[in-house]
């Protein structure tokens, strides 16, 4: 691998829930992607297929050993707001930032917004780590280069 290729040391993550930060979670692994749906259509008299591309929305995965409380603390605020217990203005979004070694540009994603999915808590055997996986979405996540 080249020493210009960005790493997961390169980057940071951050949660935040009502404005307060969840950033000293021990994220194992983190995972977005920019849903694009490709159609192909073809209209009565054409030759050719039209394809085209369709943006439809951020997806992503979160996966992260248990370490502390505010993993379960996210956990309730995820719940109540679920269950509308919580008023619905109260936003969680995520902020990566990735730098790049090649040139020191810093990429910074930002999804906001996001909606959270199933919480798969796994306790495996002894001498192995409490691992919780979060799958999220959103409308939109856009990328500032600086």
Not at 28 to 47: H, Q, V
Request: proline letters at 4%.
């Amino acid at each position: 691998m080249s020493a210009t290729t960005a790493r997961g040391q390169d980057s940071e993550l951050s949660l935040f829930f009502d404005t307060r930060s969840y950033s000293s979670l021990a994220i194992l692994s983190a995972e977005l992607t920019w849903n694009i749906e490709i159609k192909e259509s073809m209209i009565l008299g054409d030759k050719f297929t039209r394809v085209d591309e369709v943006f439809k929305n951020v997806t992503g995965t979160i996966e992260w050993q248990i370490d502390s409380r505010e993993s379960f603390e996210m956990i309730q605020i995820i719940v109540e707001r679920a269950q509308l217990r919580r008023p619905p203005r109260a936003i969680s979004s995520l902020k990566t930032s990735i730098r790049l070694p090649s040139d020191g540009t810093r990429a910074l994603i930002v999804a906001p917004d996001i909606k959270f999915g199933n919480l798969p808590l796994r306790i495996p055997s002894q001498d192995e780590a409490i691992m919780l996986s979060l799958s999220w979405a959103c409308e939109t996540a856009g990328v500032i280069l600086h």
